[in-house]
């Protein structure tokens, strides 16, 4: 199973316009340059846990908010740092996984929240149940760019 990088994201502060960038570089058990989680400014932020380093969401669970519940959100509004196409994120739930030159695990999924909601619009909570994408942590680092594979290695 493999997909690939559409987009990538981050956010200087917990609640800063995340700005779009063409590529960035992951160290391991920190995150990604230049994001609020990498600084440790994330608005849940907790130094004990796992899967601050790296979120992720599918375009498809993006297109689909709009297609289903008629709500329009710019994949950087999510929040999520790395837009997927053509994987199944959920899937990668404690299993091993690499983003461009990047080393994964995934933890847990990013379930949307009322925080979210309140930077974005009514109804994105109930729109993105099940499909807010993935929390992981890096363990290989490296850089990622548009267009890079991501893929599956199998369990962690």
């Known amino acids: 199973m493999a997909g690939s990088v559409e987009s990538i994201y981050i956010a200087a ?20 340059e230049g994001d609020r989680y990498f600084a440790g400014g994330g608005t849940f932020f907790d130094e004990r ?7 992720l969401i599918e375009a498809e669970a993006i297109e689909a908010l709009a297609r289903v519940h008629g709500i329009q959100l710019g994949p ?18 404690g299993r091993r996984f690499t983003v ?12 949307p929240c009322s925080h979210l909601e309140g930077l974005t619009q009514p ?13 992981a942590d890096v363990v290989i680092g490296g850089r990622i760019a548009i267009g890079d594979a991501v893929s599956d290695l199998g369990p962690s």
């Open 13 to 32: 502060d917990a609640e800063g316009e995340t700005l779009p960038v063409g590529e960035i570089r992951a160290i391991a058990g920190q995150g990604l």
């Open 49 to 55: 846990k796992t899967g601050q380093d790296i979120t």
């Open 76 to 93: 950087g509004e999510s929040r999520r740092n790395v837009v997927t196409r053509g994987i199944g994120l959920n899937d990668l739930v």
């Open 100 to 111: 461009g030159e990047v080393e994964c695990v995934g933890r847990r999924l990013c379930d």
């Open 123 to 135: 109804g994105v909570l109930k729109g993105l149940v099940n499909r807010g994408g993935l929390r």
